[in-house]
């Protein structure tokens, strides 16, 4: 299975739409088993193709937490200017609470200073997560 999700978080940047959209949907398909491959799906949350968008999406809304290892790709993505990918950053930094700590200071800087307001509200969400957590 992990490696079914690899292929399929590689997919999700092939120059091939169909096969983007293919990926994206099988991982939407997946709910919480798509989790390791989250961070993927945030980047895709910024695809060119609004289905791969949109099921990228759909998949960030089932998935559940990522795996704590996750926190290395998504913690860079809180700074991208993409109101998107910043949010699902910050959403899933929020779900593994306690696991995000190391993130902290770039959700700080996300919530007092991000251009989107849903941006900053998010990662202000995700840092009461994890000081509860």
Known sequence: ???DL???????????????RMAAESLNSLGEAAAP?????????ADED?????????????????????????????????????YWAATLLGRLEAGAVQAV??????????????VRKRATWALGKIASG
Not at 37 to 45: E, G, I, R, S
Request: net charge negative; hydrophobic share 45%.
């Open 105 to 118: 200071e770039a959700l700080k800087t996300a919530a007092a200073g991000h251009p989107s307001d849903e």
């Open 1 to 3: 299975m992990a490696h």
């Open 50 to 86: 609004e289905t791969v968008r949109q099921l990228a999406q759909s998949a960030l809304e089932g998935c559940g937490p990522p795996p704590q290892a996750a926190v290395d790709a998504l913690e860079p993505l809180l700074a991208i200017q993409n109101r998107d990918l910043a």
């Open 6 to 20: 690899e292929r399929l978080g590689m997919d999700l940047f092939d120059c091939d739409v169909a096969r983007r």
């Open 37 to 45: 491959a989250a961070a993927d799906l945030v980047k895709a949350v």
